[in-house]
Each structure stands twice: as structure tokens, then as C-alpha cells.
């Protein structure tokens, strides 16, 4: 609801809809109806617009998206009108953040004061819409073209400073400040004062000449930033129209805008990815736990040990949430380059202004070097990063047992080994996880927390709440090879080669990815990462070409398909960009160029199987790249592993950089249509057979699909509940 009260002559219009104040329909009539009344009220000679609680509103109510209820009146642009219309000075009063449609209400007001500490922007585009309240028409009024664009394409929140600079806040209040108070005097001071040139309707677009340069330029950067994505694209189209067409046409533009982006499926998957980045945080380990009813630990400092690319990063996530930070390495020359980096990277962010001076000095004080176990006895956490090696992992995770306090929880960033094995290491596996950090770890947004068997609550709420501190999107699963994540990308990269086998090259399958969205091929990121972490994975399994005694067969292992090309380029030193050349060669850049040389080796090996290369669709690529990706996500829901398919969807979205604008693995499918996903995966089965193992249809697909067609992924996991329950 709104609230309306009366300060003197000033009326004051508070929208009270917490957490966030969302417009949501009953706000809407409410707002409608208190803009009549202080219109009506000849005592009133000016009306304040705020928010109670946290914050200004940060815009349409989300939950209201796709249902009617979004399209009933009075709507955003309603108010916005009668707010720009008043002959009353509107003021907006902003805190915490004006986004969105909430936004939108503070640009139909005449004028905006805000905290310093508070936030605007418009977002919509995350959201896969566009800001349709009159936004895309008003906000290149008032800051122009160029910055509109650049607001409304990428979404990004600013800080009201920005805004107050390129026009958009009228005034400023220092933090500390009363903003109601400050909106008030100043709503009395614009008494009297001529409205018309405060009306943004009435104004044109101060660089509207330079219309079509700026699109161009726009359309370029958007097409690289976010690939494949329909909203940035129409968001740009629709406020070109703000430079060409009056204020009537450009927001008839904005609405068949809207209209158009409500209707994609890119909307759809955009707003289920708001709200299950918001869900994984309600975490459930059935059985043992779940968010609401377990307590996490205080945990105050946090062991480190090792510190590899992996270590450095996760001490400075440490540091960065404000923890006493130890940073273990038992070799003097290993601690001391590493303590070297972390410190370093301190600085930096300090003189990139991303820290300020206090918080870089805070870091640089809770970093402790220490050589020896015996050091980190008292910490609460201890986070290992060392080598990927059961054997050492074991070692250590003894070791640590025997000197830490009872109350230590120890945890791998193991990123596929067996939680349960490791914590067999110790006495105390009640008090054993996994904390699945991506590289960079300090960069990357994903935490990947594994609970074992014998996982405590508190243990698993308290590596949770580590990973809410750190600022992760963190996502609890079960415990098996690979996890969530990197079991399901190895049947990705298998199918990746097969694919080079019978009929592409690798850009040519990369090329399918990027054009799907991703920013970067599966062959590219192989590059990128290190062909060799692979061949480390495969020489471990005793599966690479090298490991093979004389006469096995080049394209099997046992009954299962293989296909060595990986190995031979690894063997062959193409270990990725780091040595300049892998699946591609690189000039002194890190844009792959495709390479004749690996085209010779894919033909020669071609040859000697006798197989004729034949023409494949884009489509058939894109299907064998992410079918198996899928299948194998319905095994890992089936099996428990992941609680919901939007836990793998934000797995993939943030540690896999997988395209938001089609919401992850999980909800991919759900748009293609389960009994299309599994008549696609079976006809695979049929024709492959025993020997690829990742095309055997999941139980739970099949379920879904002969019982439900192609129910709601928010039912999934509810009546495969109900089914095993009755079963
Ligand atoms: C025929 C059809 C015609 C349709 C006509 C449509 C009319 C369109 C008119 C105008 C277009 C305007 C569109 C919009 O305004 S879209 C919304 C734009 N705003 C946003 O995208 C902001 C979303 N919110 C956030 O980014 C963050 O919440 C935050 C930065 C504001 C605060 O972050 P944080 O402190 O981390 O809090 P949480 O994110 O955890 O949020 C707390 C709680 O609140 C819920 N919530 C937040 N924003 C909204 C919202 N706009 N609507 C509904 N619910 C919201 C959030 O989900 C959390 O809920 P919880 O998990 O249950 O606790």
C-alpha cells in the first residue's frame, strides 16, 4: 500500500511495500488515488513522493511479470503522467534505490533530490524488458542519448552522484542527512516556479542529431557484450525512437516494445533466473538440513592451504568479507610469492578506487603467513587448496584434524573429488565439506558447497553463510564425481570431439556456441583454461592414447567410445593459450585463430579411421552440446545431488558463464519441450548404444514426460516427490 500524510502545505506520499517497495497493483491504486487527493486539497502546494522502510521503490512488482494483474490499471505509466501533469511541484525523495518503474515514477516527478548513498538505474534488461513507464523516452531527455543507451542497454545501478552529474538528481543529501526533510524544504522552495521545462515530456533530446552514430555504436557493443539476447537490441531500437518521433510515437514504440520482449521466451528465462538467484540461498540438504532451521558457526578467520592461483584467490574473497585471513604454504619461497600476490592485488584494487584506503589497510592486517599446520590450530575454517590428489588431500586433511581445535571446519576446494573419502581422513567428519570455488576465485561469483555424508547441520550452514559473506551466488549439492558442475561438463567436452571426429572443426562448433549466446566456444575456453587440466583428468583415469598398451583400439576404452584428439594435441604441446597454440593459434593476442595445423591433425587421424566427414547442421551441434548437459542434469536431480534444476541453472549461469537470456541448462529445456529434449536424446541412444553412456535417456526425463508432457520446471521436483512417495 501508500501512505499520505501532511507536512504543512507539502503533501507526502509514502509507498509502504516491503521488503522493496515493488509497485505492485494495490501500491499503484493507492499511489493514483492520494495524487487525486492532494490535487484535490487546495492547502497543498507541493507533493513529496518517497518510499517507508529500506528504500525508494526499485520498480514493478517482478512476481506480477506474465500474469494479468501486471497490465491492470491504474499502471506505472498512469501515475507517471498524473505525477508529470500535477500543477503541483512533484518531488521525488530517493534512498537506498530507484530502479526500474520506480525510477520511471521519480522521472515523471518534476524534480528528484536523493541520498548520496543511494542508487538509480534502469534494469529492465536484466529482467529481458525494457522500462515501460515512459522510461526509454525520458531518460535520454534529461542525460541524453549516449548515457541513456549506455543505462538502459547494460542495466547497471549508479550511484545517485552519477545521476546528480549528468543532470538526472536535481540534489544531493550527504549521508546522514533527512531525506524527507530535505525533500520537503525543497518541495516549498519550487512553489511558483514555472513547471513546463520540468515536464520531460515536453523536452526534446539534447544530442538527438547524432542518433544514428550512436545506435551503430551501440548495437556494436551490445552484440559482443551480451550475445543473442533480443532486450538490449529492442531497448536501443525503442529509445532511438526518442530522438526521431514526439513523445506520443516514441512511447506507442516503447509499449509494441514491451509487447514483444513480454512475449519472448528471453523474459521468461530472464525473471526465472532473478528469482532462482535469489532461491539458492533457501538451501536444503534433505535429510540433514535446511536454511530455515540450521545455525551457522561464527567463524572469524580462515586458514588458507595452498596457495596456487586457486589459494590466492580464495584468501582474497576471505579478505575481502572481512576475515583474519592465514595463507598456508609450507615451502618459505611458495608463502612468500604468494603472500606477495595477494598483497599486490590489494593495492591494485585500492588504486582502481574498488576498496577504499581503509579497507586496503584492514585487508593488508588480517593477511598472517604461517609455514606449518601448527599456525591455523585456533582458526574456525580452514579451506584447502591444494594439488587435486586424493592421496595428498588425505594426507593433509589428517594432519589438520590432529592440530586444529575440535570445532574446526575443514573444507576442500576440491573441484571432483569425493567429499566422503576426504573426510574419512579425520575423526571429525560431521565437520568435513566441500567449498568448490571457479577460477579466479576472487573474481568468479560462484561457490559450489558440498555436503558428505556426514555433513552437520552447522557445518553446511556455516559453509553457506561463508559464501553469502564472500558475496558468492553459492549453491548447495550432494556429493558425487565432478559435483554438479563438472559432472555434467565432461560429457559436454566428450560429445565436443566426437562431434571433430565425424564432421566439424573446432571453430565450427564454437561458432554454434557463440551464436547460442555463450561469450567464449567450448574448444576457446579449452585454451584458455589449459589443455592439459583435461589430460591430468583423463592420465588419472588411466585413459589417455599415451597410457594404452599396443593394440587397443584407438577409439575405444573397454566398450566406451573415446576419442584421442585431445590427447594428441597435449601431446603434441598445444596446451592452450598460455603456450600460444591449442585448438587454435594465437599472435600475440588472445584471439583464437583457426589453424591448419590442427585441421591436419583432425584429417590425418580422420583418414587413418576411415571416416568420411559429413555436413552437419548448426542445430544438430548445439543439440549434442547441451542434450547431454541436460540428460545428465535430470540424473543429478534424480539422484538428489541437486535439491531444484534452478540450483544446476545458476551452477551453469555463474560458474559456466552459460547465457542468462535462456535461463541454464534445466530451464533450456523446459522452453525446447521435455518430449522433444528426449526424443532428440533417445534417437542418440538408439544409435549409440552402451558405448556413450551419456545419451541413456534419465528415468526422471522419461517419467516426466510419459506422465506430465512438459509440466512447469517450478513442478518437477514436486511430483517426482509425490510419484516416489506413492511408489
Ligand atoms: C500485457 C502486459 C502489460 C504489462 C505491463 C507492464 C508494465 C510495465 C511498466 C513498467 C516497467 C517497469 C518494469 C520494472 O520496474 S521491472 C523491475 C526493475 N527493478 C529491478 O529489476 C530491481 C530488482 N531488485 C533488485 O535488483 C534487488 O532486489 C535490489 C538491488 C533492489 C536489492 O537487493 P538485495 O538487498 O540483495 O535484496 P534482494 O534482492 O534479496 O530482495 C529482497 C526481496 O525482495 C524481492 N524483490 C526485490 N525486488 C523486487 C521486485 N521488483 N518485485 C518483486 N520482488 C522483489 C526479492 O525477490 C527478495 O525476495 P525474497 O527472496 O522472497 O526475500
Excluded at 85 to 98: D, L, N, W, Y
Excluded at 586 to 610: A, Q
Excluded at 623 to 644: D, S, T, V
Aim: glycine share 10%.
Amino acid at each position: 500500500m501508500a501512505l499520505y500524510s501532511r507536512e504543512d502545505d507539502v503533501a507526502i506520499i509514502a509507498v509502504n511495500n516491503p521488503p522493496m517497495n515493488a509497485l505492485s497493483h494495490h501500491v499503484r491504486k493507492d499511489l493514483i488515488k492520494f495524487l487525486k487527493v492532494a490535487e484535490a486539497d487546495e492547502n497543498v502546494t507541493a507533493i513529496v513522493l518517497c518510499g517507508d522502510g529500506r528504500t525508494f521503490p526499485v520498480g514493478a512488482d517482478i512476481k506480477e511479470f506474465h500474469k494479468s494483474v501486471s497490465a491492470l490499471g491504474p499502471t506505472i505509466i498512469d501515475i507517471v503522467h498524473a505525477l508529470e501533469k500535477s500543477s503541483k511541484p512533484t518531488v521525488a525523495a530517493i534512498h537506498g534505490s530507484a530502479l526500474g518503474g520506480g525510477l520511471e515514477l521519480a522521472l515523471g516527478c518534476h524534480y528528484r533530490i536523493a541520498m548520496s548513498t543511494s542508487k538509480v538505474g534502469l534494469p529492465e534488461v536484466k529482467l529481458g524488458i525494457l522500462p515501460g513507464a515512459g522510461g526509454t523516452q525520458r531518460l535520454p531527455r534529461v542525460i541524453g542519448l549516449d548515457n541513456a543507451m549506455k543505462w538502459i542497454a547494460y542495466g547497471h545501478h549508479h550511484p545517485a552522484g552519477v545521476g546528480a552529474s549528468l543532470g538526472l538528481i536535481d540534489r544531493i543529501v550527504a549521508k546522514g542527512g533527512d531525506i524527507r526533510r530535505s525533500a520537503i524544504l525543497f518541495a516549498r522552495s519550487m512553489v511558483g516556479k514555472g513547471l513546463g521545462q520540468r515536464r520531460l515530456s515536453n523536452v526534446s533530446v539534447p544530442d538527438a542529431s547524432k542518433v544514428e552514430e550512436l545506435m551503430a555504436k551501440h548495437l556494436k557493443e551490445v552484440g559482443l557484450r551480451t550475445r543473442g539476447a533480443l532486450a538490449p537490441v529492442v531497448c536501443l531500437q525503442v529509445i532511438k525512437s526518442s530522438a526521431l518521433l514526439s513523445y506520443k510515437d516514441g512511447l506507442e514504440s516503447e509499449r509494441q516494445g514491451m509487447m514483444t520482449l513480454l512475449a519472448s521466451s528471453e523474459s521468461k528465462a530472464q525473471i526465472y533466473s532473478f528469482f532462482s538467484e535469489r532461491q539458492v540461498s533457501k538451501w536444503n540438504a534433505p535429510g540433514i538440513a535446511n536454511h530455515a532451521t540450521a545455525k551457522p558457526m561464527q567463524v572469524r578467520s580462515i586458514a588458507v592451504v595452498g596457495l596456487g592461483t586457486m589459494g590466492r584467490g580464495i584468501a582474497i574473497s576471505s579478505l575481502k568479507a572481512g576475515k583474519k585471513t592465514y595463507v598456508v604454504e609450507l615451502n618459505s619461497k611458495a608463502l612468500a610469492a604468494g603472500v606477495k600476490y595477494i598483497r599486490g592485488y590489494i593495492e591494485t584494487m585500492k588504486k582502481r578506487a574498488q576498496i577504499s584506503e581503509e579497507q586496503a589497510a584492514a585487508m593488508q592486517s588480517a593477511i598472517i603467513p604461517v609455514s606449518s599446520y601448527n599456525g591455523i590450530a585456533n582458526v574456525d575454517l580452514v579451506i584447502e587448496a591444494v594439488f587435486e590428489n586424493m592421496k595428498i588431500k588425505k594426507e593433509i586433511f589428517g594432519k589438520l584434524d590432529k592440530v586444529c581445535k575440535p570445532s574446526t571446519i575443514l573444507a576442500s576446494n576440491t573441484s571432483t573429488l569425493d567429499i566422503d573419502e576426504i573426510a574419512s581422513a579425520t575423526k571429525r567428519p560431521e565437520k568435513v565439506a566441500g567449498m568448490h570455488f571457479f577460477a579466479p576465485a576472487h573474481i568468479m561469483l560462484l561457490l559450489e558447497n558440498i555436503y558428505g555424508r556426514k555433513s552437520s547441520a552447522e557445518t553446511i550452514a556455516t559453509i553457506m553463510d561463508i559464501g553469502k559473506q564472500m558475496k558468492k551466488i553459492t549453491v548447495l549439492v550432494g556429493n558425487c564425481v565432478g559435483f554438479v558442475g563438472n559432472r555434467m561438463y565432461g560429457y559436454y567436452t566428450t560429445e565436443s570431439v566426437f562431434i571433430l571426429e565425424e564432421a566439424a572443426y573446432p571453430e565450427q562448433v564454437d561458432k554454434v556456441l557463440t551464436d547460442y549466446g555463450f561469450a567464449m566456444g567450448r574448444f576457446q575456453v579449452g585454451d584458455l583454461s589449459g589443455n592439459d587440466i583435461g589430460y591430468k583428468i583423463r592420465t588419472g583415469l588411466g585413459i589417455t592414447h599415451k597410457q594404452q598398451p599396443a593394440g587397443t583400439p584407438e577409439r575405444k576404452r573397454g566398450v566406451l567410445r573415446y576419442c584421442p584428439l585431445g590427447d594428441f594435441l597435449v601431446e603434441k604441446g598445444r596446451l592452450g593459450l598460455k603456450v600460444g597454440k591449442g585448438w587454435y593459434k594465437y599472435e600475440g593476442s588472445r584471439t583464437p585463430i583457426p589453424d591448419p595445423e590442427v585441421r591436419k591433425i583432425i584429417d590425418e587421424y580422420r583418414t587413418r579411421h576411415h571416416i568420411v566427414p559429413r555436413d552437419i547442421s548448426s542445430e544438430e551441434v548445439l543439440q549434442r552440446m547441451l542434450y547431454p548437459l541436460i540428460n545428465e542434469g535430470f540424473k543429478i536431480l534424480e539422484e538428489g545431488i541437486a535439491a531444484n534444476p534452478w540450483d544446476i541453472d545458476m551452477i551453469y549461469q555463474y560458474g559456466y558463464a552459460w547465457p542468462r537470456h535462456t535461463g541454464g541448462p534445466m530451464y533450456y529445456a523446459f522452453t525446447i519441450g521435455l518430449p522433444q529434449v528426449l526424443k532428440v536424446i533417445e534417437e542418440h541412444w538408439k544409435a549409440a548404444g552402451a558405448s556413450e553412456p551419456h545419451w541413456q535417456p534419465s528415468t526422471m526425463l522419461t517419467w516426466l514426460v510419459e506422465n506430465h508432457g512438459n509440466p512447469d520446471i517450478s513442478q518437477w521436483m514436486p511430483l517426482m516427490q509425490k510419484h516416489k512417495s506413492k511408489t
